[in-house]
């Protein structure tokens, strides 16, 4: 029933900006810290960053300053705004969350960035 589905992704040139989404849907009852990961090509999955259900959020190093997490419990959604982006952020970025004691993952949305 539950599932985790993440949009917004596209293709921006270095410097733009994107907002990513990730909408859980189903029995969700029970969500505790929502996390964006990104996967580029040949590389292992990246934590990027992570809110928990307090609003308190932390970021990977790389997108400090660049990224903002945010969360709407109301509607069991997060956000990734991202900011002066640049190519090393060319990944696809997969949204995952603890809902009812089971580890969810989205289907994934392709960020490229490329001038």
């Known amino acids: 029933q539950v599932q985790l589905v993440e949009s917004g992704g596209g293709l921006v040139q270095p410097g733009g900006s994107l907002r990513l989404s990730c909408a859980a849907s189903g029995s969700t009852f029970n969500i505790r810290d929502m996390t964006w990961f990104r996967q580029a090509p040949g590389k292992q999955r990246e934590l990027v960053a992570s809110i928990t259900s307090g609003g308190s959020a932390n970021y990977a190093d790389s997108v400090k300053g660049r990224f903002t997490i945010s969360r709407d419990n109301a509607k069991n959604t997060v956000h990734l705004q991202m900011n002066s982006l640049k190519p090393e952020d060319t990944a696809v970025y997969y949204c995952?969350?603890?809902?009812?004691?089971?580890?969810?993952w989205g289907q994934g949305t392709q960020v490229t960035v490329s001038s």
């Open positions: 995952h969350s603890l809902i009812n004691y089971h580890n969810y």
